[in-house]
């Protein structure tokens, strides 16, 4: 049920004449939970922390979202840096009892490749967690991270068979979790984020031909000039805005005449999919 232990020797030094210890390598199973609770734990509190932040400064929008994302990953590069480094610990790592050395000299990371070692993770996470996936296929349980900074992960804590079992279970749910992750995101996603895009492009539209009814009854006709519609909005900014976020800029075009209209538009979806609405439709 678990890894069989390895174990890594500490290498003498002239300046550290101490008893030589014998660490096991740190399992999958405890590194994939250490790894979870960094995580978990930094992103609740600057996901907290910059949201009540961005909002007090009312900046906060669907357009800046991005911005918590940004700090979340530069802070954590530095997290890892300061606490990779020196022979200090994570905060899950503290709580499962690993630390991470340097491969050669089995001795505590220097901070620029503790740094490396966090930039490591996000190539991991962007790569739909292949750099993970290396530690099933080598004996010292390297990941990307490992091979970028030089460094492998130890077990510096005997754990009871209780605290195995349970580490070894949540482990288990949290590789399957990535698994079943990256699984969805290759298979499933695709499908249904592509209908949404649809969905959204039509919305937009059908927003575009309420404008058109409300144009005529202030005007008595309908328009083919956006900018109007725009005005009649109310928010000709924002509505902008939707249409750019919306509708690819080539393909979109207000037909009109003396009793009806149509608007056509190409979806952002990877079928650039046609979606038309006019004023026939019930």
Request: proline share 2%; with cysteine.
């Amino acid at each position: 049920m678990f890894n069989q232990p390895q174990y890594y020797a500490q290498p003498e030094s002239e300046a550290t004449q101490q008893e030589q210890q014998s660490y096991p390598l740190a399992s999958i199973f405890e590194r994939a939970v250490a790894f979870a609770l960094d995580i978990l734990g930094l992103f609740i509190v600057i996901y907290i922390a910059g949201y009540i932040f961005i909002t007090k400064m009312g900046l906060f929008s669907s357009e800046n979202y991005w911005i918590l994302l940004v700090i979340f990953y530069l802070l954590f590069i530095l997290y890892c840096g300061i606490f990779q480094s020196g022979g200090r610990q994570t905060l899950g790592k503290f709580l499962v009892g690993l630390k991470v050395v340097d491969r050669q000299t089995g001795e505590g990371l220097s901070f620029k490749k503790a740094l490396l070692r966090g930039l490591g993770y996000f190539i991991n996470i962007f790569t739909m967690f292949i750099g993970f996936g290396l530690a099933f296929l080598n004996k010292r349980r390297l990941t990307l991270e490992d091979y970028i900074a030089g460094s492998e992960v130890i077990s510096v804590r005997e754990k009871t068979p209780n605290e195995y079992i349970a580490i070894s279970a949540l482990g288990t749910m949290i590789i399957g979790g990535i698994i079943f992750y990256v699984y969805y995101i290759f298979f499933m996603a695709p499908s249904v984020y592509q209908k949404e895009l649809v969905e959204n492009a039509r919305e937009q539209l059908n927003k575009l031909a309420y404008l058109e009814e409300v144009h005529k009854q202030h005007f008595g006709r309908y328009t083919s000039d956006l900018l109007r519609l725009a005005l009649i909005s109310g928010d000709p900014v924002q509505l902008q805005r939707d249409i750019q976020k919306n509708l690819r800029r080539r393909g979109f075009s207000i037909g009109i005449n003396s009793d009806g209209f149509q608007i056509s538009a190409i979806a952002k979806d990877r079928e650039e999919t046609i979606v038309t609405v006019n004023n026939k439709e019930e």
